[in-house]
DNA sequence: CGCTGTTAGAGTCTAAAAGACCCTTACTAG
DNA sequence: CTAGTAAGGGTCTTTTAGACTCTAACAGCG
């Protein structure tokens, strides 16, 4: 009747963690960047064959964004720079043959650490808005984790995720730009990073480009990221 | 190493519901409604005797949201107007004794649905901002859900879920003070609502009061509730 | 009947924020 | 030295939130 009731049907529900990780990479040859994801490959029934997100079962001695992250890094030897639960996905026909609860996390890497990702014939980096059909409610899952992240870009701090400690505006610019495919007006950006209290400029400034050298900014550390969910620090 | 591969220790992490169920219901005697949630006494260990959130283990041939809504019926007859899925809570110490998941969901009821409520010896209603220490993180989690209601009201049009079909703009008004916690401009809360699709004049007016009679208003149900999860109609 | 108390609801003014657009600055490449 | 380009400062307008004021429409009461 409440927590932690264990009855002896909990077996056949089976529980799972599932991630989609996404990171900016520039298109080939194409200037912009556009979001991507990494995928793998099933090898087994139901969907054997199909992509995939990245996940597994839980282990009883770990939490589940623990296992998130190590199902994650065993696959594809990611680690995410941002880390948020997105849903949990319990419907009764998600799979054909057994019941899974999915706990889906959503993460965003940045692009050198994308570089080094693990990439083989099972897994593979795709064009997040252009899919082909995944295993499970694998599609619908991705739709919804853009979602979310397109709707936190504008009101969170999450867009350094993608980039290094140290950045530029442009950068930061150009981030807010593919994530939110569309065009953003360099002064008024700039306007409201600045007033923002999240973003500090450094006083240094970015030598060897070819045009005006641009400052460099960091991040906040002490501003809070809203809405990390109830555990947060 | 993906969804859908059950593993022998899947049995040793138990997957279960709560919800935290939210209503308005008057102060006594005080004339502001506030927040007021229903819990269930535990009458097992771990944490026998103490409060805790209506929830159970869920059914391996229901889907999780009907899983919450029948453990919610079944302990307090409540069938809410809106329920919404909070957060998966899997920390491997929530429960002293075996390992549990819990997928919380939140809810929202409107008065008179409360009223119908079952009460006993093993069921009551707390003040959502006093309650006593309860069962496992349940505290840590009604903190959240109500951080969520009170971030979600502002933006969304869920408050008319704790009226019934047809309401006053004053009335709606007090919803959201409620929740907020602190008076609104009259005027000002008109106008927004109004210049928002969301809630329409029906024409008719309120008789028999003793002032003048306010108009009536209802919802509209063809505009989309943002944020209902990837599975909204 | 008209006065009064009270709530509904319209209107005004200001401050803050978002967006469109322009102009100056500072570098590199030739 | 000049041209090209990105950095970054500024202005103006539109939108929005909020504080505040004023009128409308009832019931109850003398």
């Not at 991705?142 to 009101?155: G, H, Q, S």
């Amino acid at each position: 009747m409440n927590d932690s009731t264990p009855s002896p049907d909990a077996a056949l529900v089976s529980l799972a963690v599932s991630t989609v990780v996404f990171a900016l990479r520039a298109d080939s040859e194409g200037e912009s960047a556009s979001l991507r994801l990494p995928l793998v490959r099933r090898i087994r029934e139901p969907f054997n064959g199909r992509w995939a997100l990245p996940g597994g079962p839980i282990d009883p001695t770990e939490g589940i964004e623990r296992a998130a992250g190590r199902h994650l890094f065993d696959t594809t030897a990611l680690s995410p720079t941002y880390l948020e639960q997105l849903y949990a996905f319990g419907g009764i026909d998600r799979s054909p043959s057994d019941r899974v609860v999915s706990i889906v996390y959503w993460a965003l890497v940045r692009s050198e650490e994308a570089e080094l990702a693990a990439v083989g014939e099972n897994v593979r980096w795709f064009a997040a808005d252009d899919l082909p059909p995944l295993a499970f409610d694998h599609n619908a899952i991705v739709e919804y984790a853009l979602w979310r992240l397109r709707t936190k870009v504008e009101y969170s701090r999450i867009a350094h995720a993608f980039l290094g400690e140290i950045f530029t505006l442009t950068e930061l610019r150009h981030v807010h730009e593919a994530v939110l495919r569309r065009a953003l007006d360099p002064a008024n950006f700039r306007r409201q990073m600045e007033s923002s209290p999240a973003v500090i400029a450094t006083g240094e400034h970015l030598s060897g480009g070819r045009h005006r050298p641009p400052r460099l900014y960091r991040y906040n550390g002490s501003v809070e990221l809203t809405d990390r969910g109830p555990l947060s620090p």
